[in-house]
């Protein structure tokens, strides 16, 4: 898991054009909005897009734990766990 939340890390500052941040730089526990990074609305959309590219994932923009799964980088990797899981079902 730890590897997945590296590479969520990065794919974050890649896709947002993050400046000045590394993957160091950001706590796996800590919020990406409202505090912590500071993402925005225009942030999640285009890290929900880089994360259906990059993991092959379904992301249900109508779920009510949507913003539960996108509140850090550890619930991030396990959701994009769970939606691996789900497709080789």
Do not use: W
């Given at each position: 898991?730890k ?5 969520l890390k ?5 896709t ?5 941040v590394?993957?160091?730089?950001i706590a796996s526990?800590a919020?990406l ?14 890290l929900?897009?880089?994360l259906k590219k990059?993991?092959?994932?379904h ?11 996108f ?18 079902l």
């Amino acid at each position: 898991m730890k590897n997945l939340e590296a590479e969520l890390k990065q794919l974050i500052i890649d896709t947002l054009e993050l400046e000045g941040v590394n993957p160091k730089d950001i706590a796996s526990d800590a919020p990406l909005f409202s505090g912590g990074l500071g993402l925005d609305s225009i942030d999640a959309l285009e890290l929900g897009v880089a994360l259906k590219k990059k993991y092959h994932i379904h992301i249900d923009t109508n779920s009510a734990e949507l913003a539960n799964y996108f509140a850090s980088i550890k619930t991030l990797a396990g959701f994009v766990v769970s939606q691996q899981n789900k497709s080789t079902l």
